[in-house]
């Protein structure tokens, strides 16, 4: 065989070879857009399945659920003000707009996705929406509400959640990985803000001077910021996160109490000493962390902080206490032995004759 039939054989390979590729191509191209066609139909379905069917709030149902007859805010009439239809599997409350005397209402468990016609319930104090298909808890400023509650919905901010009277906040069990939009001027009456059970990495974006009790436990929380805009907090919960270093805590929190650390990743009793900027704390729970299981955790822990009262459920007793004084004490002399041993000492030729 000659070259030149050598080099048209060896084409007719690599040519051959190409196109069994690009139908090779081909059809993985056809099967990924399969697979996408079929995940996109399977999506559609199982939204088909989750829709609920349509059962929107009726005049009968309003007739089987108010109580509580007030006088009207202009005292010239009366009106019901409470309203209670949980479990009713409700989709659409719009009848409510009529009902604009409602003070304390209680939509929760229901498959409520819409929750706007609440904004014309001005006069509303307290609202239940737990357990529904919410994925937002926006709402237009309502002038009296003091108590909201959105727990176990799909909410995934807190965008519009600004109510001047607010005083506490349950956003449980939702998707929420990052807060925002939460207004410090004017929710200045915000005294307890619950946010358990979310997707949070960071304490970021809670910046509430007035806020006492923040309920963090159960995110996905590794790292403290924004602490020093807590400065009025009391009650820190943060159990069961991601956090293996007590750093973010700021000398701004002089009124913060108590500290759940418990279900954490702290494994060294001297991130205690972190701790020791905040003067009023009294209780600590650092149990089921890898730092509980060292020899004489607990009375590391109180050498760290002698004015905590409390570690984990128990109380410190009075032997504790001294034996954690003295060692404190011991430690201390130690450091300063050490450190006179390490002054300069003039060399022989600074001392010589003359």
Known sequence: MSDLEGEETFDEEDVGAEEAGEEDQLEEEEKELGDEEQAEDEQVEEEEEE???????TEEIMAESLSLLCKTG??????????DTHDREITDIGILKGFIHLRYVDVSKNN???ISPLCALTHMLTLKADENMLTSAKLEEMPFLQVASFSHNRINNTEGINHP???VLNLNNNNISHVSG?????????HTLELRGNRLESTDGIYLP???NLFLGANMIHRLEGMSRLSGLTTLHLRDNQIDNLEGFAEEQGMLQYVNLRGNNVSNTKECNKLK???KLRALALGENPIAEEDDYRLEVLISLRSLERLDKDEYTEEERSEAEEIHEQRRQEELATEGNEEVIPSDEEGGDN
Do not use: F, I, Q
Not at 76 to 83: G, K
Not at 182 to 190: C, F, G, Y
């Open 74 to 83: 202009d005292g010239l009439s009366h009106a019901y003000v409470r309203l």
């Open 112 to 114: 409520l996705k819409d």
């Open 277 to 279: 900027l905040l003067p």
């Open 182 to 190: 939460l207004d410090a001027s004017k929710l200045t009456r915000l």
């Open 210 to 212: 007035n806020l006492k």
């Open 165 to 167: 009277n607010l005083e």
């Open 51 to 57: 829709k609920p069917p349509a059962n929107p709030l």
